[in-house]
């Protein structure tokens, strides 16, 4: 895309994410429709009405992007662009009336190398993309998170930066517990392991808001075992344009990704904390 598409975009992505924001707000203190119930995860109508809310300004500006959301999937997945979409990062929160979630939007485009995937089978979603927008809104706070990839990152309108603790014994450390035993089992030891080390630990409930919580050095470091792609698209972005390290990993599962992002400073003293291999490598998503 250029530029002036990106800007557009970035002003489509915000008015989407605003408009789903105030759905939000509107129906936070009513009683909630739950689609789906787990252990650790609920799926409500409301996060579907917010997808379909967002889609429709998306497409209607830009018919030709696929989407990829937490809801489900639209246009050709063959795409050189979509948007990756979660309507309500948080719903667990929003569920039970904690005003601690948000939107999160991101628009990435096919990398120059990137081969298309045969028709019959479903687009790589490891190294073939690229973010190049990314939105997350938290309507609770009224507080607006924005980049495009090569510029500073902004908190409504202010151009933010990642913490610059070097310390761990002063770091502030969000963590995330995804649904699967799996990533739970992982978290455990690192939390363990961690809790003795640094200032805090933090367990807000949604991660986009982990990342750009760090982009503008209010956390020193998000880790999470197991997080989906329309959890991190955008708040990585976000969160490299404030100067911070988004390092990421596919792991076992669709779209699914173990997470190390932090202020750039910190990502040796954190692999060492954790309990399976450690990084070695940035992937791009």
């Known amino acids: 895309m250029k530029p002036t598409e990106l800007k ?6 915000i008015r989407s994410a605003q408009a789903a924001g105030q759905l939000m707000r509107q129906n936070f203190h009513s009683p909630k429709r739950i689609n789906e119930e787990y252990q650790h995860d609920i799926k409500l109508e409301l996060d579907v009405l917010c997808q379909k809310l967002i889609q429709k300004t998306l ?37 039970y009336g904690i005003p601690h979630a948000a939107v999160s939007i991101a628009l990435q485009t096919r990398t120059p190398n990137a081969k298309k995937t045969p028709a ?20 609770f706070c009224d507080e607006l998170w924005t980049a495009l990839r090569g510029q500073p990152a902004r908190l409504n309108g202010r151009i933010i930066r990642v913490s610059s603790r070097r310390r761990l014994r002063e770091a502030v450390i969000s963590v995330g517990f995804a649904k699967q035993f799996e990533s739970i089992e992982r978290m455990l030891p690192t939390m363990q ?18 990342m750009v ?21 955008a708040g990585g972005l976000i969160l490299e344009c404030a100067h911070g390290d988004f390092w990421h990993r596919p792991v076992p599962g669709k779209q699914v990704y173990e997470v190390n992002a932090n202020n750039g400073l910190l990502r040796r003293q954190l692999s060492h904390s954790k309990t399976g291999s450690r990084p070695r490598q940035r992937l791009t998503a």
């Open 213 to 233: 919580y760090v982009a503008s050095g209010r956390f020193d470091a998000y880790l999470e075992a197991g997080i989906r792609l329309w959890d991190i698209a």
């Open 120 to 139: 019959n089978l479903p687009p790589d979603m490891d190294t073939a993309y690229e973010t190049q927008v990314g939105v997350v809104y938290d309507p």
């Open 59 to 95: 497409s209607a500006d830009f018919p030709a992007v696929a989407l990829l959301g937490e809801e489900g999937i639209s246009g050709n997945a063959q795409a050189d662009a979509r948007w990756v979409v979660d309507p309500i990062d948080g719903t667990v929160n929003f569920a």
């Open 8 to 13: 557009q975009a970035l002003q489509s992505a």
């Open 193 to 210: 392991h961690l809790v003795h080390r640094v200032r805090k630990i933090r367990i807000m409930g949604s991660a986009a808001l982990s």
